[in-house]
């Protein structure tokens, strides 16, 4: 199986802290966006394409290998994914859409979706279950019921699909008035099963300087 990795990293470091582009912000002395498409690699893929913010693209052009494609990106998630992917080389069986502030995420987390993909599936997320209880609350901040947690799962990248499917959603996708948050709902949309793998609490998000400084605690661990 050929796959192509898309790596999401048109983002702003605002509520990191930082004054830079938060895939561009240094993790044991190499820029996010570069453990990302290591962890891409390093599970099998083939091809990786960066989707960068405009006024910053020779700066990620010079971190990253000559072979990765850098692409600017868009105003949204589904904007950058869209112009990476028109980027991306069309052999290629599957498409796997990573953030780049998962920097940690371990290969082989990278190799199951890989594995379920060639299995079968045409579309693959890996998920953690929710082990804090959890709540709705109403306008006030009053709790008005628990949620159960049996059937909740949280999201992980990267999320795997069949090149074809994907294609043919964000197809079907453009020009809708929603805004999607990942990829796995642009399939959803389009009627299509999203499957799901185990997924791993190494390949947490940084969001904030508190996910920064516990990443930065991990680095010396074997990936």
Do not use: N
């Not at 589904?78 to 290629?92: L, N, Q, W």
């Not at 969001?207 to 074997?222: I, K, N, S």
Request: hydrophobic residues 50%; glycine residues 8%; aromatic residues 2%.
């Amino acid at each position: 199986m050929h796959a192509v990795g898309i790596v999401a990293a048109a983002g702003s470091g605002l509520r990191l802290g930082a004054e830079l582009p938060k895939a561009l912000v240094p993790l044991g002395g190499r820029p996010l966006v570069c453990w990302a498409v290591d962890s891409l690699r390093a599970g099998g893929v083939d091809q990786v394409v960066v989707a960068v913010p405009a006024p910053q693209e020779a700066a990620f052009t010079a971190v990253l290998p000559d072979d990765v494609h850098v692409v600017v990106g868009g105003d949204t998630r589904t904007a950058s994914v869209r112009a990476a992917f028109a980027a991306a080389r069309e052999h290629a069986d599957a498409v796997l859409v990573h953030d780049a502030a998962r920097p940690l995420t371990p290969p082989d987390l990278v190799a199951r979706v890989l594995a379920a993909l060639a299995g079968g599936a045409r579309a693959v997320v890996p998920v953690l279950p929710v082990v804090d209880t959890t709540v709705q609350v109403d306008a006030d901040g009053v709790v008005t019921a628990d949620v159960p947690r049996a059937p909740l799962r949280r999201v992980q990248t990267p999320q795997g699909f069949d090149r074809a499917t994907l294609v043919a959603a964000y197809a079907a996708a453009q020009g809708a008035a929603a805004e999607f948050t990942d990829d796995a709902s642009v399939v959803r949309a389009a009627g299509v099963a999203v499957h799901t793998v185990p997924g791993d609490e190494r390949a947490a998000k940084i969001t904030v300087a508190h996910d920064l400084r516990m990443a930065e605690l991990q680095t010396g661990v074997p990936r």
